[in-house]
């Protein structure tokens, strides 16, 4: 159990169009989710923490205009690139807890995101 | 603020070498720490675990204890084989359940 999936998988776009990743848990409801940006060859940043039904806490440095979350169910999250930029090409992955566990983080399998 | 630091790769053994992958952090208070394994083309799968101090986390013969005394949290494998060859993430998670991770360590298994 406990298994996160991601969608799209790898994604291009071109600079100046907005991307949507979703991150679902298939078999769980996730009271918290998280998003993470993966640096090639680097560690995974925290962007933002979602709870189900209630705005998105981002961290320091993260442009909440930029990187829009949504928390809509308790099965589904969704990044939303806006006005994408190259500088914004990087490795997204998606992490969930599960009810009465709020310390072990399941992790979905990354969103690569291209911006020609 | 909390951090995990753990030793750069990449580290290249030989199958059937033994493994440490060193990890100090610090913390206020008591966190949980973890050890990550990202293999090639896969997200993070979470490899071990210890949540208080003299714990010793263990999966798939690897093996890591939490000393509180050294703040460390090291990797430990008797017998690597080529199938090992990933990424591990030392992390912690402390008491607003925010995962820290370190660097990563990319661990190469010659056959």
């Known amino acids: 159990g406990a298994v996160v999936s991601q969608h799209p998988s790898w994604v291009i776009c071109k600079s100046g169009t907005s991307v949507k990743i979703e991150c679902r848990s298939l078999d769980f409801q996730a009271t918290t989710m998280f998003w993470y940006r993966q640096f090639p060859k680097q560690s995974l940043m925290l962007m933002a923490t979602?709870?189900?039904?209630?705005?998105?806490?981002?961290e320091q440095g993260v442009e909440k205009d930029k990187f829009l979350i949504n928390h809509a169910s308790l099965t589904l999250s969704t990044l939303t690139v806006t006005s994408a930029h190259p500088e914004d090409s990087s490795f997204y992955i998606c992490?969930?807890?599960?009810?009465?566990?709020?310390?072990?983080?399941?992790f979905g399998p990354g969103t690569r995101l291209t911006v020609t | 603020g909390d951090s995990v630091t753990q030793m750069e790769g990449p580290v290249t053994l030989s199958e059937e070498a033994f493994l440490t992958i060193n990890c100090t952090y610090t913390a206020t208070g008591y966190p949980s720490l973890f050890w990550y394994v990202q293999y090639p083309g896969e997200g993070l799968q979470l490899l071990l675990k210890a949540t208080k101090a003299d714990d010793k986390g263990s999966n798939k013969g690897f093996e890591a204890t939490y000393r509180k005394e050294t703040t460390s949290f090291h990797l430990e494998k008797g017998s690597v084989q080529v199938s090992d060859s990933a990424v591990y993430f030392c992390a912690l998670s402390g008491s607003d359940d925010k995962i820290i991770f370190g660097k990563g360590t990319r661990l190469h298994i010659l056959p």
């Open positions: 992490s969930a807890t599960r009810r009465g566990d709020s310390h072990e983080q399941y």
């Open positions: 979602s709870n189900e039904g209630s705005k998105a806490t981002y």
